[in-house]
């Protein structure tokens, strides 16, 4: 089992961009604390937020660190548009 966390640099430039990537490293990272960073995303598609949310309830199912972060200002206004609290994900350092 992998103790050191997984990163990924999520690239979503517009609402319809691929999100293979991101589905092929969670795939791939399921036994390890995995940290998403946002910083090149300019607004979070609901697709990639059930992605998201999913992935956040499995991994801490299986106590393993989950973390989004470097989220933007116009990506939090997607979450809150989407229903979510603007600062659902925070920036945190995965355990």
Do not use: Y
């Amino acid at each position: 089992m992998t103790t050191e966390t997984q990163k990924h640099l999520l690239e979503l430039p517009n609402a319809f961009a691929e999100l293979s990537s991101l589905t092929a490293f969670l795939g791939g990272a399921r036994s390890a604390a995995v940290e998403i960073d946002c910083s090149n995303v300019a607004a979070m598609p609901s697709r990639c937020l059930q992605l998201l949310l999913s992935a956040e309830q499995q991994w801490r199912s299986e106590e393993l660190g989950f973390a989004v972060t470097h989220i933007k200002d116009s990506c939090r206004k997607s979450l809150t548009l989407l229903g979510l609290e603007p600062n659902r994900f925070e920036d945190e350092v995965t355990a």
